[in-house]
C-alpha cells in the first residue's frame, strides 16, 4: 500500500506533467488537500509531507478539527468548498482563508456583513451551477452576472469562479466553460478538478484543484 507522502508526490508530479503540457508553471495550480470526514489522525501525516492547503466541506466539522491542528503547525490555510448557510458567515470568515461557495444574493449579503464586522475578506469564488443541473448547488451561469455585479456593489471582492461538473460524463467542456467564463469576467482565478480529473482541469486553466480520495484513499 502507498503510504500518504507517495500519494502527495503522486498528485504532485500529475499536476506538474499537466501544467508542463498546457505550458503552464506547476507554481501557478494550488493543491487543495480535501479533508472532509477525515480524522485529524489521517490529517497529519499529510502535513508532516509538506501538504499547507487544506479543503472542508462544513464549518462545524472544520471548527472541530482545525483550530488544534493549525495550532501544531504554523501556515495552514483551510479553504472552505462545501455549501454555506448564511447564518454561518460569521463563523466561515473567521476560520477560512477562502471560501468557494458563494452561490447566491443573500449569502453575499450576509458574508458581506460579516467581513465588514471582522475587518477580514477571504479569498472568495462564487460556485457556478455549470451544467445547470436542478439538484445542484451554485449560481446559474444566466445569474452569474447579476451575482457578481451584487458581490461589488456590496463591497465584496471575487477572485474566482469554483464550479463542480455534472457527474458520469467528460468534464473537460464545463471546464473550458468555467475558465471562460472566469476570463469573461476578469476574474484569476478557476477552481475545478477532483481526484478523477485534476490533470484536464490543469490543461484547462485551473488554478486550484480540490482533491480527497487521491490523497487520502476512498472515503467511509
Ligand atoms: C469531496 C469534494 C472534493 C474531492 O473529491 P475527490 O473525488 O475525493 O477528490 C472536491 N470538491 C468538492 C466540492 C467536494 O465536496
Known amino acids: 500500500m502507498e ?3 507517495q500519494r502527495l508526490a503522486k498528485v504532485e508530479a500529475g499536476i506538474a506533467a499537466a501544467a508542463a503540457r498546457a505550458g503552464r508553471k506547476p507554481g501557478e495550480v494550488q493543491l487543495i488537500a480535501v479533508s472532509k470526514t477525515q480524522e485529524a489522525v489521517s490529517i497529519r501525516p ?6 499547507r492547503h487544506f479543503g472542508e466541506n462544513r464549518v462545524q466539522e472544520a471548527a472541530d478539527k482545525w483550530p488544534a491542528l493549525r495550532a501544531e503547525t504554523p501556515g495552514i490555510t483551510l479553504h472552505l468548498i462545501g455549501q454555506l448557510q448564511s447564518n454561518k458567515a460569521e463563523e466561515a470568515v473567521a476560520l477560512f482563508d477562502a471560501i468557494h461557495s458563494v452561490d447566491r444574493p443573500s449569502l453575499v449579503q450576509a458574508l458581506a456583513r460579516a467581513c465588514a464586522k471582522a475587518g477580514r475578506q ?6 457556478v451551477n455549470i451544467g445547470d443541473e436542478e439538484q445542484k448547488g451554485g449560481c446559474g451561469v444566466a ?3 447579476a451575482l457578481l455585479a451584487e458581490a461589488t456593489e456590496a463591497g465584496l471582492k471575487i477572485e474566482g469562479l469554483m464550479a463542480i461538473p455534472p457527474a458520469d460524463v467528460s468534464p473537460t467542456p464545463y ?3 468555467l475558465d471562460e467564463l472566469a476570463e469573461r469576467h476578469a476574474l484569476p482565478l478557476r477552481s475545478m478538478g477532483m481526484s478523477g480529473d485534476y490533470g484536464s ?3 484547462l ?3 486550484h484543484v480540490r482533491v480527497g ?3 487520502f484513499g476512498t472515503r467511509a
Open 3 to 5: 503510504d500518504t507522502a
Open 46 to 51: 499529510l502535513i508532516a509531507a509538506g501538504q
Open 122 to 127: 477571504p479569498q472568495l469564488f462564487v460556485q
Open 143 to 145: 445569474d452569474l452576472p
Open 175 to 177: 471546464f473550458a466553460l
Open 201 to 203: 482541469a490543469v490543461i
Open 205 to 207: 486553466g485551473a488554478t
Open 213 to 215: 480520495t487521491a490523497l
